[in-house]
């Protein structure tokens, strides 16, 4: 079982940029908030990094702020599962921008966009997809049920791009943007298995 860091902070209500900013790194860290003004992490070095800086930046606008390392003495199945709900419902979002890259790629190839100007803008896309995934898998410390599939997704999103640069550079290379009737079925194929 692990140790785990609580925060328990009060700012002035005003300005209201105070709390955001706070929230928000509590946020990006994958704390989940126990109360109003109470936040939890498993203790790990990064973690208490974060939260020791939660502290001093609440310390500094001239709140209040402690910082508790501990265990649960009870429910820590409970706190546990509230951390991989949380993930789960980060892993989802991950789900729905992978379902509308595959249909944004489905679009492209019905449209017979076949340019690297359309590969470069879904490469950056895919980029910025990989990159949610990471930092939702690195705050995912009990292994949250929807990990594997998004992982899956993600994966299936690479081979989904990999077939449109390949008639990227066949539209290229004979100077037709017409795709070959196996491009269509395999980025059907692939966007059907994400579902």
């Not at 599962?81 to 979002?93: G, I």
């Not at 944004?104 to 076949?114: H, I, P, Y």
Request: net charge negative; aromatic share 8%.
């Amino acid at each position: 079982m692990p140790d785990w860091l609580i925060v328990i902070y009060k700012v002035p209500s005003e300005p209201s940029r105070y709390r955001a900013s706070i929230w928000r790194k509590l946020k990006a860290s994958g704390a989940i908030y126990l109360q109003n003004g109470v936040a939890a992490l498993p203790v790990t070095s990064v973690n208490e990094r974060v939260m020791r800086g939660v502290v001093q930046e609440v310390r500094e606008v001239d709140g209040t702020a402690y910082l508790i390392r501990g265990g649960m003495l009870g429910d820590e199945m409970a706190l546990e599962a509230a951390f991989s709900a949380a993930r789960d419902e980060e892993y989802q979002e991950v789900l729905s921008r992978c379902h509308d890259f595959h249909a944004e790629l489905d679009a492209e190839r019905s449209r017979k966009n076949f340019t690297f100007a359309e590969l470069e803008e879904n490469e950056e896309d895919f980029a910025k997809l990989e990159r949610w995934l990471a930092k939702v898998k690195n705050r995912d410390h009990f292994c949250a049920t929807r990990r594997a599939q998004a992982e899956r997704a993600v994966a299936a999103c690479r081979d989904d791009l990999d077939a449109f640069a390949d008639s990227v550079y066949r539209a290229v290379d004979h100077g037709s943007a017409g795709p070959d009737v196996d491009d269509v079925e395999i980025g059907s194929s692939i966007a059907g298995r994400n579902s």
